[in-house]
């Protein structure tokens, strides 16, 4: 019997704030959950809760539609029915509160069983957990120590990139505990057996390895933008993809981050500092609020947008407000054509989201890119990785879609992400480049011949209120190019650019294929060409030259090819790294009493590492985790 003082739990009650929130308006649970108001709370343990409702959430509303406990206990909040339940049927099998909701959700234990048992087969499977995906961070550590140095604790080294992108996957389902590999396009990325824990990694500690999900690292991987570029990260916080982007640059460029919200913003300019991003300048204000002339040497674009989230956090986002993913699409559209006009000198974008919902993904690209004065090219994605890509966009807002990729939780073992190559057309380019450069005489000359001050502001002030209108006009700068000027550079773009095809909203590359001509200084380099050799780079350093026979003995014993191997079959492997790994630890113990206390410590933080290895949400949710803060709390404890 429910007794009428009792409340519910409120851990229950927070759970369903939290689910009924990323359900209905977006964002992500561990966002949420670091809200200030709940820091007392145990994260942990609300973490798991919200993540096994959200995993159950489809089975939870079949297994109600048959109960049809909604439409008798009408008074029973929906949300925290689904809580409830998740917890009753999938977590601790067990509500221990005597509340009124409580007692009610249990009065359907029964009937919730009964179909559960005769439907086993139209439940949802479970997706297969996600393998644990380590960048390195290369700024402070090369790719060769990482290897070594997790060899050194008993973890073995699989080469399985040597096939196709289909062989990769299959191989990586079946990495076993103690085995890691490099990524088949990132090979700074290494893939670990989904639920390798490394939280408390010294190297994670150092900010020399990051915890990044391998979709979303793959925008800078397609932007590629070459060492002493300048590149613009338009919303930047945590920071994930701008420290990612330095070690590609090697610290050698600069790279501008941009991020409105001030919390975040302290949370990036920590994180870029911790990771020695050197080429990093972080600012605190409103991309959208960039005019001409503030950052006009941006030649590459990350624009990664606040999204709904869709394809975080499993799969909750069933749904979404209209009025939400409305505000979100117009301001996506806004961010890019922002990024497309306001840079005179920009010559790709990659164009990002951690949602599955075309309409902030192909819809935005398709409504942004025909109507753009400025003229770009969507890249067909999976040309630029060879073929070696499963899924890519619909076609369902036209052919632009099905030039972008999504990365799939359940096909790519990814978090959800799309993505969108945008490369500005050459001539479209030069000819923004020719304005500036007008533009500039044109001031210059104006100022050598006295012309007035207010003459050049009201110039200025055209520009500006362009760009707060949204759009930056270009042909308005093209006209305050002198004359004789334009003839020249008429002459010129003959000699230099072969490829005059009439280019409409959408230009066509077909023809600078077809005319294949030397690259101008000015064009993005061809991804393919900058991936390769990054990853060139990124495969020398495996080798280092001083390489000392022992290490070359202890790579090979612990290196292996899966390619036409069967992992599987290598079963005594496992068991000899543990060993090795137990005679390793029992080694430290010896050493230092202070171990035994971490294993205690290790073992009382159970819980939080199994929450964050649950869902392994990319961007966000790892950098919040600071190791900074996880630092002091090993000292506190
Ligand atoms: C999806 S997150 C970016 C994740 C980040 N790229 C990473 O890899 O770590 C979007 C970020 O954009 C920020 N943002 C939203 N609107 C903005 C604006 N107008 N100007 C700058 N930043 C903005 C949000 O505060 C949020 O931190």
Request: with cysteine.
């Amino acid at each position: 019997m429910f007794e009428h003082s009792v409340k519910v739990p409120r851990h229950y009650k927070i759970a369903a704030n939290i689910f009924k929130k990323v359900s209905t308006e977006g964002g992500s649970v561990k966002s949420l959950l670091y809200d200030d108001k709940l820091r007392h709370f145990r994260t942990n343990v609300l973490f798991a809760l919200i993540t096994e409702t959200i995993k159950h959430a489809g089975d939870i509303d079949k297994i109600f539609e048959n109960s049809k406990i909604l439409e008798n206990e009408t008074r029973l909040d929906p949300w925290l029915a689904k809580i409830l339940t998740a917890e009753l049927l999938f977590g601790k099998k067990a509500l221990p509160g005597k509340s009124k909701p409580e007692q009610t959700v249990l009065s359907y234990k029964d009937q919730f069983e009964k179909y559960i048992s005769d439907h086993q087969d139209d439940l949802k499977t479970e997706v297969a957990p996600r393998p644990r995906y380590v960048r390195i961070n290369t700024n402070l550590l090369t790719t060769s120590d990482a290897i070594r140095a997790f060899q050194d604790e008993g973890y073995k080294f699989i080469r399985c990139t040597s096939g196709s992108y289909a062989d990769y996957l299959e191989q990586i389902q079946k990495l076993t505990e103690y085995d890691f590999t490099q990524d088949y396009h990132i090979k700074t990325i290494f893939v670990f057996a989904a639920g390798t824990k490394l939280h408390e990694h010294e190297l994670y500690l150092e900010n020399k390895i990051i915890l990044q999900d391998k979709a979303t690292a793959m925008a800078v991987h397609l932007l590629a933008p070459p060492p002493g570029s300048v590149v613009l990260d338009m919303c930047a916080a945590p920071g994930m993809k701008t420290t990612q982007l330095a070690a590609y640059m090697r610290n050698n460029g600069r790279i501008f981050a941009v991020e409105r919200n001030e919390k975040r913003y302290q949370t990036l300019s920590e994180f870029v500092v911790r990771t020695g991003s050197t080429c990093v300048e972080t600012f605190h204000k409103d991309s959208l609020e960039i005019k001409r002339g503030d950052m006009d040497d941006v030649e590459y674009i990350l624009l990664d947008p606040s999204c709904s989230g869709s394809g975080m956090d499993f799969c909750v986002h069933n749904y979404i407000e209209s009025t939400r993913l409305a505000k979100l699409t117009s301001l996506q559209e806004k961010f890019l054509k922002h990024a497309m006009n306001a840079f005179p000198k920009v010559k790709r974008i990659v164009y990002s989201t951690c949602s599955l919902f075309p309409e902030e993904n192909e819809r935005v690209i398709t409504n942004v890119v025909k109507t753009s004065r400025t003229k770009w090219r969507v890249q067909d994605v999976k040309e630029l990785l060879k073929g070696q890509w499963n899924n890519v966009g619909s076609g369902m807002y036209g052919s632009m879609g099905a030039r972008c990729m999504y990365a799939k939780p359940d096909s790519d073992f990814t978090t959800g992400f799309f993505l969108a190559v945008l490369d500005r057309d050459p001539k479209d380019l030069q000819k923004s480049l020719d304005g500036e450069k007008a533009g500039k005489k044109e001031k210059k000359y104006k100022v050598e011949n006295g012309s007035s001050d207010s003459e050049l502001s009201s110039k200025k002030t055209r520009d500006v209120g362009e760009e707060v209108n949204g759009v930056q006009n270009d042909m308005e700068v093209e006209e305050t190019k002198p004359k004789k000027k334009k003839k020249k550079d008429k002459e010129a773009n003959e000699n230099t650019e072969p490829d005059s095809t009439n280019v409409d909203t959408e230009y066509s590359t077909e023809t600078s294929t077809k005319k294949k001509k030397k690259r101008k200084h000015d064009e993005p380099q061809p991804v393919t060409q900058i991936i390769e050799e990054l990853n060139e780079l990124a495969v020398e350093d495996e080798a280092p030259k001083k390489k000392k026979k022992k290490d070359k003995k202890r790579e090979e014993e612990n290196t292996e090819s899966l390619v036409g191997n069967n992992i599987e079959e290598d079963s005594e492997v496992p068991k000899k790294k543990k060993k090795r790994k137990k005679d390793l630890d029992k080694t430290i113990g010896e050493e230092t009493e202070l171990t035994e206390n971490q294993v205690k410590k290790k073992k009382s933080k159970k819980d939080d590492h199994e929450l964050s290895e649950s869902v392994n949400t990319g961007d966000t949710s790892e950098v919040s985790e600071a190791p900074k803060k996880k630092k002091k709390k090993n000292k506190g404890e």
